[in-house]
């Protein structure tokens, strides 16, 4: 080979691996790949790893990696205190101590705010670093080695220079590869680029060597981005629903194979693709169309690895009753075709009609009573009989490796042996969690549940890719391994807001303030979340400059599920085109195969929406009901889609329609200043979601409600008895309350549902436990605190209504106060129970002025006035249900202010909150970092993610008083 020049090319994605591969081909003169090698840069790092005779056994994967990092957040004060109330926060932060590894930034250089995150920091990189010695690395330990690496394999393969294609940036561990490969041998680094301030961004605080060359994908885009659009070049449409999103795009892209183009000319790209996942093959394959892509699927897609998960939560929760049902439906091979759909359809039926819900106990017993001997009755039995045996061995294991053998021996003999070579993988991962274990230095026994969801995270990790050959069909790709990949078409679906450009909410273990001041003082590529919209914008450039003839953007209305979805704010400022270009101001296409008059009729109104002339032309073509819907249709797109309105009627504002009720609860006000639109549903609509309770369950509040009986019950005989008396010493009283405590807890227990504590007693008596060391820490604490002074009258569970004044006008506020405490001092006590760890929360003053903390306020108010002469204050009476959890003793605090300064400080949100009543408008609130939104039942209605609503809300004088509030806005 001597005189050819041995050249590496190095690629971002295996798309522009493909892609530079075929260009060197039809480049060639001699039509063979001559001094050139191709690889990624993962296979980069591998190549250049095995240099260093260093053995990779194994690579962590996710699950490994968030298994690890909560182990070594143990005992790391706060933090390890979140993670062990909220384990599934290991995800959130595996992924931000993955952002520093990958960057490249030390645990010393964090800040001192961010000191429980260093140590967890430090005990990764020690725990990691024992991981290595025996061989097991994570992605970013296999390029650290692979530096070491990288200079003996390029002299040993003999390169004279290396080019690097399709990355627009790098995350520090391949950065810093390719700088170690940069000291050896010349290397170009083409950025893909249209002249974008982010990649001038990019380039300008650039950490390494080597320097980024701009370059562009094609050299004759179909889009100019300095002049006008050429005829048919740019095309926008919408769908329905992501389903018919893609059916128009099947029908077009048959229409360009059918014209001559080549379908690995096509592409068709989503920022994610998982929205389209269900109909892809059904509706490209339904066409004929032959297709390559990038999207990867959970393994669970498959029956056979679901059925897998199924057993591993029969056995790890003891018998549950749906996993039990799911498992019998599975077990076709080892039952046999005669017997098997029998079980699956008794398993059914007896978990249902005797309402089993787990336990092998109440199997058996739900058989007996339920079930006529029958071959599927005994085979029945002797399922569940092996899961038993199988929950007790695997529940003993000693370690996690003991765990996954005795779980594959079951899974083999109740799905054949092949079944279980399928998921060997999985369970190898299980077992390397022992590895995992010894090196975060953690030696205590395993427990089941965690045994539980090692196999969940096991059996839900793996992924396949069932499109990814290549064979020249048309590629539907991501956005990020479209880039850098040259088209003739492009169809780029999928153009929604939330998705171009994402809604990434903040790291909650490190901000972006943290993580912009270490990448300005450190010059490390540290993610930042704030970013995202930019780089998202030049990503969607990017694309658009890739393609040579044509390009269609689609948006779908509402998405699988039915929720509206708004189109993309990029749409309105395209990039890359023509600056200012604004599409949604110009015709929008449907593709919805409706009858041709109707979709004609409609594309008319989107086109003539401006033009109320050539409206009632369209309209009086049509019959007169017809003409009346659609008039009526394009009144409501017109308002929903303005930016400026006079009235909202689209955004809650409702005016006098609706009665509203003479007096509000605290509780009622306290939502309409956290969510007035959620306050209209739930409070005032009476929209309650429909959440249906087991009769065998507990209801959220339960607990709550039990200890709130519990205390009136024991206050009350406190009082009566004369105990609560001035001069009684507090530990005669506390010994008379700690007597009370079983008392009042036997007579409330009554009112429980029995069938709770008949069903599950060991539960109901570790409720029943939890419950009465909450009222002995809270006793133990108020008594002091009352005696001090003595109480002369005590009121429980006192109904109250008053007249409170609200800006210039007043509320009528009424509801049931926990407790009215009148003290030998003159005092009056006006407290509320909380039973959460949120201590503060109830007498914030910013969240009182803000609106969103005015229970204990308004009670306080409402009995002050009512006895406008006595020295009123309120105060948060804190049962938190495990004390124990509180070591810094911050309950221990109390939590009071007087009503004066409650009046001062609520004076402002009660004046905007009354506003809103009197005007009748319930608009929704971002407030940030949006935690009213978690779980709320109204998304779908919702309209914080419409970002004309918003436009329309910011504009409008009719709440400025309520989105003056601090920290409240439109």
């Known amino acids: 080979m001597s005189g050819v020049e041995r050249v590496l090319e190095i690629a971002a994605s295996t798309r522009v691996l493909r892609e530079r591969r075929l ?15 191709f690889v990624t840069f993962r296979g980069l790092a591998e ?11 194994a690579l962590l994967d996710a699950a490994e990696m968030t298994e690890l990092v909560a182990l070594c957040a143990r005992g790391k004060g706060a933090l390890g205190e979140r993670l062990r109330d909220r384990p599934r926060l290991a995800t959130a932060l595996a992924a931000t101590l993955r952002d520093l590894r990958d960057a490249g930034v030390p645990p010393n250089e964090l800040p001192a705010s961010a000191s429980d995150l260093a140590a967890t920091y430090s005990a990764l990189e020690r725990a990691l670093e024992r991981l290595e010695k025996g061989g097991v690395f994570d992605r970013v330990g296999l390029f650290r080695l692979a530096r070491r690496g990288a200079r003996d394999y390029l002299a040993r393969r003999g390169f004279a220079r290396i080019e690097v294609h399709g990355a627009t940036e790098l995350v520090g561990s391949v950065g810093d590869l390719l700088d170690a490969a940069a000291e050896s041998l010349p290397l170009r680094f ?30 004759d885009p179909a889009l100019d981005p300095d002049g006008e659009i050429p005829p048919g070049a740019l095309v926008v449409r919408r769908a329905r629903s992501p389903r018919g999103e893609l059916e128009g795009v099947a029908r077009e892209v048959l229409e360009r194979i059918a014209s001559g183009t080549p379908p690995s000319d096509i592409q068709i790209v989503a920022r994610s693709l998982e929205p389209y996942a269900p109909w892809l093959e059904q509706i490209l394959g339904g066409y004929g169309i032959p297709l390559t892509s990038s999207l990867r699927v959970p393994a669970l897609a498959w029956p056979k690895r679901r059925a897998w998960l199924d057993l591993a939560q029969a056995v790890t929760r003891d018998l549950e009753r749906a996993a039990v049902v799911r498992v019998a439906q599975s077990l076709g091979s080892s039952l046999g075709e005669r017997l098997a759909p029998g079980v699956a359809a008794l398993a059914e039926r007896v978990a249902r009609k005797g309402a089993v819900l787990r336990g092998e106990r109440d199997w058996h017993a739900a058989l007996r009573v339920l079930a006529t001997p029958s071959p599927e009755m005994a085979a029945l039995e002797r399922v569940i009989a092996r899961l038993a045996t199988a929950a007790a061995e695997i529940g003993g294991a000693r370690d996690f490796a003991a765990a996954a053998g005795a779980f594959r021996e079951l899974g083999a003999e109740l799905f054949g042996r092949a079944s279980a070579e399928e998921v060997g993988d999985s369970l190898e991962s299980v077992a390397r969690l022992d590895l995992v274990r010894a090196a975060a230095h953690v030696a205590e026994p395993l427990h089941l549940d965690e045994i539980g969801r090692a196999f969940d995270a096991a059996l839900r990790e793996p992924t396949s890719a069932p499109f990814a050959e290549d064979a020249g069909g048309v590629r539907v790709l991501d956005a990020i391994q479209a880039r850098a990949v040259p088209c003739r078409h492009l169809f780029a679906i999928g153009l929604v807001h939330g998705a171009w450009p994402r809604g990434l909410s903040e790291d909650p273990f490190l901000s972006d303030a943290v993580r912009l001041a270490l990448r300005a003082r450190l010059r490390r590529p540290v993610p930042v979340r704030t970013l995202v919209a930019d780089e998202d914008r030049f990503l969607l450039g990017l694309l658009l400059s890739q393609a040579r003839e044509r390009v269609v953007l689609s948006w779908a209305e509402s998405d699988s599920s039915g929720r509206a979805q708004s189109p993309s704010a990029l749409l309105h400022t395209l990039p890359f085109v023509a600056p200012g270009t604004n599409l949604l101001a110009q015709e929008t296409e449907a593709w919805e195969a409706a009858a041709p008059e109707l979709l004609r009729t409609a594309d008319a109104l989107c086109a003539a ?46 005016g006098g329609a609706l009665a509203l009720p003479t007096a509000f609860s605290p509780s ?28 065998d369950e507990l209801e959220a509040n339960e607990a709550g409600d039990f200890v709130h009986d519990a205390l009136e019950a024991i206050y009350g005989d406190l009082f009566a008895g004369g105990t609560l008396a001035a001069g009684t010493p507090p530990g005669v009283a506390l010994a008379r309350a700690r007597a009370l405590v079983p008392e009042a807890l036997d007579r409330i227990e009554a009112r429980q549902r029995a069938r709770v504590r008949e069903r599950h007693p060991t539960a109901w008596a570790a409720f029943r436990a939890t419950i009465a060391r909450a009222l002995l820490d809270f006793l133990e604490r108020d008594l002091e605190s009352l005696l001090e002074h003595g109480v002369t009258a005590l009121d429980t569970e006192s109904d ?35 039973t959460s760890r949120q201590f503060d929360r109830p007498l914030n003053a910013l969240g009182i002025a803000r609106g969103t903390a005015l229970q204990i306020p308004l009670y306080t108010l409402a009995v002050a006035a009512r006895e406008p002469d006595a020295e009123v204050r309120g105060e948060t009476l804190t049962v938190p249900l495990r004390p124990e959890r509180d070591r810094d003793r911050d309950r221990d605090e109390e939590r009071y202010v007087s009503a ?28 940030p970092p949006d935690k009213a939104c978690r779980g709320c039942p109204y998304t779908v209605a919702c309209r914080v993610q419409h970002p004309q609503s918003a436009a329309r809300i910011a504009t409008h004088d009719s709440a400025s008083a309520y989105f003056d509030l601090p920290g409240v806005k439109a």
């Open 609 to 654: 929406t401006g033009n109320p002339q050539e409206l009632e032309q369209i309209a009086a073509r049509l019959p007169a009901p017809d003409a009346e819907t659609l008039r009526a249709g394009l009144e409501l797109v017109r308002h929903v889609d303005a930016l400026r309105a006079e009235s909202l009627p689209y955004d809650a504002e409702v």
């Open 190 to 219: 083409l950025q893909p680029d249209f002249g974008s301030p982010w990649a001038e961004r990019l380039r300008a605080e650039w950490p390494w060597s080597f320097r980024p060359e701009a370059t562009e994908v094609v050299g």
């Open 800 to 834: 109250v209504e008053a007249r409170v004044r609200a800006g210039d006008g007043s509320l009528v506020v009424k509801g049931t106060i926990d407790r009215i405490a009148r003290l030998a001092n003159g005092e009056i006590r006006v407290g509320d129970y909380k």
């Open 23 to 37: 260009r060197a081909l039809d480049d060639s003169p001699a039509g063979a790949l001559l001094g050139r090698e």
């Open 47 to 57: 190549r250049c790893a095995a240099e260093t005779d260093t053995p990779v056994r």
């Open 668 to 695: 009622q006000l306290e939502l309409l200043g956290q969510c007035p639109l959620r306050a209209f549903f739930a409070r005032l609509l009476g929209a309650n979601p429909l959440e249906p309770l087991s009769p």
């Open 900 to 927: 004066t300064e409650l009046e001062r400080l609520s004076r402002r949100a009660l004046a905007a909150l009354a506003e809103l009543l009197r005007v009748g408008f319930f608009p929704t609130s971002n407030r």
